[in-house]
Protein backbone atom coordinates (compact mmCIF):
# COMPACT_ATOMS: atom_id res chain seq x y z
CA UNK A 1 0.00 0.00 0.00
CA UNK A 2 2.34 2.45 1.01
CA UNK A 3 4.76 1.69 -2.64
CA UNK A 4 1.69 1.82 -4.71
CA UNK A 5 -0.51 4.48 -3.11
CA UNK A 6 0.82 6.35 -0.17
CA UNK A 7 4.17 7.47 -1.14
CA UNK A 8 3.36 8.50 -4.90
CA UNK A 9 0.24 10.44 -3.38
CA UNK A 10 2.09 12.31 -1.10
CA UNK A 11 4.71 13.36 -3.64
CA UNK A 12 2.34 14.16 -6.45
CA UNK A 13 -0.74 15.49 -4.66
CA UNK A 14 -2.42 12.70 -6.89
CA UNK A 15 -3.05 9.44 -8.12
CA UNK A 16 -4.79 7.14 -10.35
CA UNK A 17 -4.04 3.61 -10.18
CA UNK A 18 -5.40 -0.29 -9.37
CA UNK A 19 -5.09 -2.12 -6.55
CA UNK A 20 -6.32 -5.93 -5.33
CA UNK A 21 -8.30 -4.76 -2.67
CA UNK A 22 -8.88 -7.62 0.14
CA UNK A 23 -12.46 -8.91 0.55
CA UNK A 24 -14.09 -8.22 4.09
CA UNK A 25 -16.06 -10.95 3.64
CA UNK A 26 -13.96 -13.78 2.36
CA UNK A 27 -10.23 -13.66 3.32
CA UNK A 28 -8.85 -15.44 0.31
CA UNK A 29 -11.10 -13.04 -2.38
CA UNK A 30 -9.59 -9.92 -3.42
CA UNK A 31 -11.22 -7.45 -6.13
CA UNK A 32 -9.34 -4.67 -8.80
CA UNK A 33 -10.25 -0.66 -7.11
CA UNK A 34 -9.36 2.23 -8.70
CA UNK A 35 -7.79 4.99 -6.79
CA UNK A 36 -8.13 8.20 -8.90
CA UNK A 37 -7.33 11.22 -6.39
CA UNK A 38 -6.29 14.86 -7.44
CA UNK A 39 -5.12 18.00 -5.64
CA UNK A 40 -4.92 16.02 -2.17
CA UNK A 41 -3.73 18.01 1.26
CA UNK A 42 -4.01 15.40 3.64
CA UNK A 43 -3.75 12.15 3.87
CA UNK A 44 -5.17 9.90 6.84
CA UNK A 45 -4.31 6.63 7.18
CA UNK A 46 -5.75 4.21 10.11
CA UNK A 47 -4.00 1.29 11.10
CA UNK A 48 -1.49 -0.43 14.65
CA UNK A 49 1.21 -1.17 11.42
CA UNK A 50 1.58 1.98 10.99
CA UNK A 51 3.70 2.75 14.06
CA UNK A 52 6.11 0.01 12.95
CA UNK A 53 9.67 2.25 12.77
CA UNK A 54 9.72 1.38 8.77
CA UNK A 55 6.50 3.00 7.85
CA UNK A 56 6.70 6.44 10.48
CA UNK A 57 9.22 8.11 8.73
CA UNK A 58 7.07 9.28 5.94
CA UNK A 59 4.58 10.42 8.02
CA UNK A 60 4.40 13.93 9.15
CA UNK A 61 2.24 12.96 12.52
CA UNK A 62 1.11 10.04 14.40
CA UNK A 63 -1.70 9.96 16.98
CA UNK A 64 -2.98 6.66 19.23
CA UNK A 65 -6.15 6.82 20.13
CA UNK A 66 -6.65 4.63 23.58
CA UNK A 67 -9.79 2.38 23.30
CA UNK A 68 -11.62 -0.94 24.55
CA UNK A 69 -11.36 -3.63 21.55
CA UNK A 70 -15.06 -3.72 22.29
CA UNK A 71 -15.55 0.09 21.37
CA UNK A 72 -13.32 0.12 18.87
CA UNK A 73 -15.38 -2.42 16.32
CA UNK A 74 -18.53 -0.98 17.91
CA UNK A 75 -20.71 0.19 14.82
Do not use: H, Q
Not at 7 to 30: E, F, G, K, Q
Not at 37 to 62: C, T, W, Y
Amino acid sequence: MFEEVVLPLRANRSIDVTIDAADSTNNDAYFPLRLDFEDVDVILLEGIFLFKRGLRAPLDASVWIDCSFERAVAS
